[in-house]
């Protein structure tokens, strides 16, 4: 039952991880973000549909196959959020800094931010919600290293009792 549970929580954050991701892509598009530049995605565009679908994709491939009982892909779906974490812990710090000595277009878009920052908190805390999820499933090497050295010293008197009787 805790394996299972924890499998579900894991399948979870990383759902709310790549929702919360592509709230910020959408939320971006729809800022004066949109405007400040020309490779930069705009609401409605093809852009930005093929930015969420690879999102989506590079969070569900590697989700799909954890289900189905290839767990060595929890590593790979760590570097994908360690990466959305580092985005956006990074983006967080951006928009209030962007508000305030940034862009002229800025000044006037006060909700936007908000809710780009707010999609960008979202994110970092189901990320590490994730890690730490992940983290305290494994045991050290050091701990699965002690047990086996105290189910040796068990078993030794054991082995040194029947080798005398045998002799």
């Known amino acids: 039952m805790r394996n299972s549970t924890a499998k579900n929580s894991v399948i979870v954050t990383t759902l709310l991880s790549a929702l919360f991701f592509c709230f910020i892509l959408v939320l971006g598009s729809l800022s004066p973000l949109a405007d400040s530049g020309p490779n930069v995605n705009t609401f409605g565009s093809t852009g930005l549909w093929l930015s969420l679908s690879m999102i989506l994709f590079l969070y569900l491939l590697p989700l799909a196959f954890y289900m189905l009982g290839m767990h060595f892909l929890k590593f790979v779906m760590a570097a994908f959020c360690s990466i959305g974490f580092l985005i956006a812990a ?78």
Do not use: Y
């Not at 990074?90 to 862009?103: E, H, I, W, Y």
């Not at 277009?105 to 920052?117: K, P, Q, T, V, Y």
């Not at 045991?139 to 080798?163: D, G, W």
């Open 90 to 167: 990074s983006t967080l710090l951006l928009m209030p800094a962007l508000f305030l000595f940034g862009l002229e277009d800025f000044s006037g878009n006060l909700s936007s931010i908000i809710g780009i920052m707010i999609s960008c908190l979202g994110l970092l805390i189901t990320n590490i919600v994730w890690l730490l999820l992940r983290l305290k499933d494994r045991q050290p090497p050091c701990r699965k290293a002690f047990k086996m050295v105290k189910m040796l010293r068990h078993l030794s008197p054991f082995c040194l009792k029947t080798n005398k009787l045998e002799r």
